[in-house]
């Protein structure tokens, strides 16, 4: 039978002052000088205090109730030789059991009366179990963690597969954290043992595998409950399977979803027009716009990206398959935009645009000596003689036009590109 607030009265020899709620099951025994402990309070506990400081009797019995401690153990012949009448008063009104404990029973014998007893560590299990399921429903693998810490009256850490911290509840001091990722590492490292355990201090440490996906570490002032740790790993497991598969199940939305716009359906979640169409040299986590991964490649439709990657000229929503073919493009060749692919404007429906555009930077002048020196196959003595100039004016202009196009007329693409935008605007 599960242990009552009776049985453990009589077990240990407790006097009843209130005899209500002795049926009522212990889940754990408390001590406490505080006015108002509840914060620290899961409910089923038997509180035990020597009354130094409680304050009205009737507004600390209430709150103790309203937290669900099932009975209240009260130390006499220390700051009280009896147990104060209006506590006994305000028990008696609150429903709540009230015990007296004479100075030769000290608290750590009830506590480990309570502890001993096996119905009592497995209604403490049920219990965690319990409210550590409804942190999983309610927060996920972060209120599997805090309430882990707060079962524990420690701290709890969920580390990625590297070791590093993804969520982290009740303060553990910085070695101790950097203790957790080491052992986290050697436990990936080993392909041993799924977990470890050791002290710090008087304090009691673990780190606990969880598949491949991560881990669960642990500190705690007293040894740790196996049936409650492994509780939150099996929950935390199923957390990180959960978002592993929603994560999966959203990248196949996202890549079917580029695949309608390269047919040339628009979808929801773009950038505004004009974008650009991206592909990242590394993924990039988060990126702005919108994204998906298509043949083992990210690509990312946004108006900027602030990393290394081939883009492709300004798009709209229903030109992505060209953006797309101009950023392979732009890869394939090796620099930053389609637009630095020699010759590329001009081979796009727009050339007549991109021609004009190209070469707007240049007066008449400059287009004519341009066009003649291309003409004479860059040289520039038979350029001169036809533009009736000397060929060292033939040389400046073209200097100059090298700086307004911000490009060199070396390359034989960009000769090649120029000759036909000279055509094309012609």
Not at 297 to 311: E, F, G, K, T, W
Request: charge should be neutral; hydrophobic fraction near 50%.
């Amino acid at each position: 039978m599960p242990l009552t607030v009776g049985a453990l009265a009589r077990g240990v020899g407790l006097p009843v002052v209130v005899d209500a709620g002795l049926d009522r099951v212990v889940a754990w025994a408390h001590s406490t000088e505080l006015v108002d402990p509840t914060p620290f309070l899961e409910g089923g506990e038997l509180l035990l205090t020597t009354g130094l400081a409680l304050g009205p009797h009737g507004d600390y019995v209430r709150r103790l109730v309203a937290a669900g401690v099932v009975g209240l153990g009260f130390g006499t012949g220390l700051s009280h030789d009896r147990v104060p009448p209006d506590l006994v008063t305000a028990a008696e009104e609150a429903g709540l059991a009230l015990l007296e404990v004479p100075r030769a029973t000290p608290f750590i014998a009830i506590t480990k009366a309570v502890a001993a007893d096996g119905h009592a560590v497995l209604t403490r299990a049920a219990e965690a179990h319990r409210a550590l399921s409804r942190a999983a429903v309610a927060g996920g693998a972060g209120g599997v963690v805090r309430r882990l810490a707060r079962l524990l009256d420690g701290a709890a850490v969920l580390l990625d597969g590297a070791g590093a911290p993804v969520h982290v509840a009740g303060d553990p001091p910085e070695p101790v954290l950097a203790d957790f990722a080491a052992q986290a590492r050697r436990l990936a490292s080993s392909g041993g043992p799924a977990g470890a355990a050791w002290q710090v201090g008087e304090r009691h440490a673990a780190v606990q595998a969880l598949g491949r996906r991560g881990f669960l570490a642990v500190l705690a002032p007293r040894p740790l409950e196996a049936g409650v740790v492994n509780t939150a790993a099996s929950l935390l497991t199923l957390a990180l399977v959960r978002s592993d598969e929603v994560d999966r199940v959203h990248r196949e939305l996202r890549a079917e979803r580029f695949r309608l716009l390269l047919a040339g359906v628009v979808v929801a979640g773009l950038p505004e027009a004009p974008f650009r169409v991206f592909l990242p040299a590394a993924p990039v986590p988060d990126p702005p716009g919108f994204w998906a991964e298509v043949d083992g490649r990210q690509v990312v439709l946004a108006q900027d990206l602030d990393v290394p990657a081939a883009a492709s000229s300004p798009v709209g929503a229903t030109s992505v398959a060209r953006g797309y073919r101009e950023a392979l493009r732009a890869l394939e060749e090796g620099v930053a935009r389609f637009e630095d692919v020699a010759a590329a404007g001009l081979l796009a429906p727009d050339a007549a645009e991109h021609a004009a555009a190209l070469l707007a930077p240049l007066d008449d002048v400059q287009r004519e000596t341009l066009r003649v020196w291309l003409a004479c196959h860059g040289q520039f003595d038979p350029a001169a003689a036809r533009l009736g100039v000397h060929r060292h004016t033939v040389r400046n202009r073209l200097r100059r036009v090298e700086r307004l196009l911000g490009r060199s007329l070396d390359p034989a693409g960009t000769r090649a590109e120029l000759w036909l935008a000279l055509h094309v605007a012609h």
